[in-house]
């Protein structure tokens, strides 16, 4: 390779990702990686990252933003190739089944552990003594009534949860769960809330950026236990399902299509290498919304800061891959 070009290059590439092996590299599949993009800061950046770092070892890469729950398919039929975050509280149903039919591949877990709960700040403990226990719910459902579902409480769901009407019934809470469109909306009715000293409490997640942010606990609900979903005799309501709270120490797992390893070996290899912590992932989500970047501003900085440990992510001997899917 000339000097002039391998100087271009070395311009267009902050990282050291070797550019003789770019440049010289055999042409790389002609079909683009469908990355699913989903509706939370962090798995929309880390889709970003990802997607960058497949770009630098060679691959075409595309994003497809997709609900959580639309995503199985695309998955399955080859629509979309790569998740990078899969939390076992709102999404283990969907994903222990479509590995179970071999519809999708498990491309194991974050070092990270999850938790998804209904959360809320601080201050609302004093308002409902009892908290974190889910029976002061009971006593307090009143207090977060707004227009709309006055005299029950509100809580404020996210677009993504299991059944929260079905847990309701069975814990006999005087709840009406509101949805958010977007994950973002969460984040809004929290600091109106705060702003305001108001009761709240609204659907929420570990790592997140929120908990650097804001002193706040989840709502400690009857320990979950698979049963709980699919037996509706176990647990304090003998009649249904769902009176439980979602996995504390959660699992968070990567997932592809399963035509991924032989069709871009080396972005395969790639995928079941990535790993973060809790704090990682929390880094990334306040890097767009504590911080205000946007998310590919966030990813490229992320790439820039983070080079010596994203580059171990990367097989030593890298090779472009050739085949088509
Ligand atoms: C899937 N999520 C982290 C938003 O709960």
């Not at 769902?242 to 399963?258: E, I, Q, S, V």
């Not at 990334?284 to 911080?291: I, Q, S, Y």
């Not at 946007?294 to 891959?321: F, V």
Request: hydrophobic share 45%; glycine share 6%; net charge negative.
């Amino acid at each position: 390779m000339n000097r002039a070009l391998s100087r271009l290059l070395s311009i267009f590439s902050f990282c050291a990702i070797s550019v003789h092996a770019l440049a010289s590299a055999t042409p790389i599949s002609s079909q683009p990686i469908k990355m699913v993009v989903n509706d939370w800061t962090s798995q929309i950046v880390l889709s970003k990252i990802v997607g960058s770092i497949f770009e630098q070892t060679g691959h075409k890469v595309e994003y497809v933003t997709l609900s959580t729950n639309k995503q199985w398919g695309a998955l399955a039929r080859g629509l979309a190739h790569v998740q990078v975050e899969v939390w076992e509280g709102t999404m283990s149903e969907m994903f222990n089944r479509m590995v179970a039919e071999a519809a999708i591949v498990d491309m194991g877990s974050y070092r990270a552990q999850t938790r998804e709960e209904w959360w809320y700040p601080a201050y609302v403990a004093e308002l409902c003594p009892g908290l974190p226990d889910w029976k002061a719910l009971r006593d307090c459902a009143a207090l977060f009534a707004v227009a709309g579902t006055a005299p029950q409480g509100r809580y404020v769901a996210g677009p993504w949860e299991k059944p929260d009407e079905a847990r309701i019934r069975a814990l006999g809470l005087n709840f009406i769960p509101v949805k958010v469109k977007h994950g973002d909306e969460l984040w809004v009715e929290l600091a109106r809330a705060e702003k305001a000293g108001e009761p709240i409490v609204l659907f929420n997640w570990s790592p997140n950026w929120v908990e650097a942010v804001y002193d706040g606990a989840f709502v400690e609900f009857p320990a979950f236990a698979p049963d709980c979903e699919t037996d509706p005799a176990w647990g304090i309501n003998p009649k249904f399902l769902y009176d439980c709270g979602n996995p504390t120490g959660g699992w968070l797992k990567k997932a592809a299509w399963a035509g991924m390893a032989t069709s871009w070996p080396m972005a395969h290899k790639i995928l079941a290498a990535i790993d973060l912590s809790n704090a990682e992932f929390a880094q990334l989500a306040a890097m767009v919304d504590v911080d205000g970047l946007s998310h590919d501003e966030a990813a490229s900085l992320w790439l820039a800061e983070h080079e010596q440990l994203w580059r171990t992510w990367i097989p030593k001997n890298q090779q472009a891959d050739a085949h088509h899917p």
